[in-house]
């Protein structure tokens, strides 16, 4: 199972940016997927989480109301768009899939991952 993110970048505080994640051949419409947030000495939080069975999505506190996990099962593709970014929304940002049929929130429920990519937003 290979998990490919793009989209990541830098960009100012109030802008907005988008990050895909690719799966391609993978029986997406099986597993939950999220968005993982990880600074260096913290630990990897969800930020974003959403499973195919039950079209429930999760977001933390810190993004709710500025981000938006969207799910294109034909495309077995995941997007995260964010919009009125902040500096704290900097990490890298990981997708993740797993075999739940329900929202999962920590990442030890997650098989499998990409290999992340960086988003810097600079004050």
């Known amino acids: 199972v290979q998990l490919v993110e793009s989209g990541g970048g830098l960009v100012q505080t109030g802008e907005s940016l988008r990050v895909s994640c690719a799966a391609p051949g993978f029986p997406f419409e099986y597993y939950s997927m999220g968005w993982f947030r990880q600074v260096p000495g913290k630990v990897r939080e969800a930020v974003a989480d959403?499973?195919?069975?039950?079209?429930?999505?999760f977001y933390a506190d810190s993004v709710r109301g500025r981000f938006t996990l969207a799910s294109y099962i034909a495309k077995n593709t995941v997007v995260l768009q964010m919009i009125n970014l902040k500096p704290e929304d900097t990490g890298i940002y990981y997708c993740?899939?797993?075999?739940?049929?329900?929202?999962?929130?920590?990442?030890?429920?997650?098989?499998?991952w990409g290999q992340g990519t960086q988003v810097t937003v600079s004050s």
């Open positions: 959403f499973s195919n069975n039950d079209r429930r999505v």
């Open positions: 993740a899939a797993s075999t739940s049929a329900i929202v999962v929130t920590t990442s030890a429920f997650y098989e499998h």
